[in-house]
């Protein structure tokens, strides 16, 4: 079954260590992740092992092997990724071919939105009718221990005040463009 490798962060490192992502490679429950610096505008990669169906995603690809991460201490209290999101320009036909090719159904949450899930995290699709590829990586959302207190050591200039998610029992806060992450990055709990 295909299953999530490692998600790349091709952004500007230092703006990402100064809000308290760590530095390099590390690993959140069995996915390295990384922060490498960009060569040109901020993106996303994703690798997905012991997969060979097709990918229509901009930033999803086939890895070869499991990379090489260590734990690592963190300022804001990370403990998994909670989602990644898809910009697509049609988001039923993406959602259709990401199940297929991961072997998994579609899922549905209390509000009707629907996604595929790769082992623990949750891709989401975003509608984006003028976007000129049909889908890519977008964004990314973590979970982690004590929202709150991330919104207190980084403030509201930062990051957005926490807020009920769409999914029952979540709060989510959103990076803010001051932050100058380059992607859309949230944060999510499990205290909603």
């Not at 962060?9 to 590390?26: A, I, M, R």
Request: one cysteine or more.
């Amino acid at each position: 079954m295909a299953r999530l490798a490692y998600v790349a962060l091709k952004v500007s490192t230092e703006t990402w260590v100064s809000v308290g992502f760590p530095k390099g490679t590390w690993r959140l429950d069995a996915i390295c992740v990384s922060i490498e610096e960009s060569k040109g505008a901020p993106s996303l990669d994703a690798g997905i092992l012991d997969h060979d169906g097709e990918l229509n995603v901009g930033g999803l690809h086939v890895a070869d092997e499991q990379r090489l991460c260590t734990g690592s201490d963190n300022a804001l209290g990370l403990e998994s990724i909670d989602h990644l999101m898809v910009r697509t320009r049609e988001p039923e036909s993406t959602l259709q071919t990401l199940s297929r090719s991961f072997g998994v159904l579609i899922s549905s949450d209390e509000n009707g939105e629907r996604s595929v899930w790769l082992d623990s995290v949750r891709i989401d699709m975003v509608p984006a009718p003028e976007l000129s590829v049909p889908a890519e990586l977008w964004g990314v959302a973590f979970r982690v221990s004590d929202i709150d207190l991330v919104f207190a050591r980084l403030g509201g200039e930062v990051i957005g005040a926490p807020k009920a998610a769409r999914q029952r029992g979540q709060r989510v806060a959103v990076f803010r463009g001051g932050a100058e992450l380059g992607l859309p990055t949230a944060l999510v709990d499990l205290r909603g």
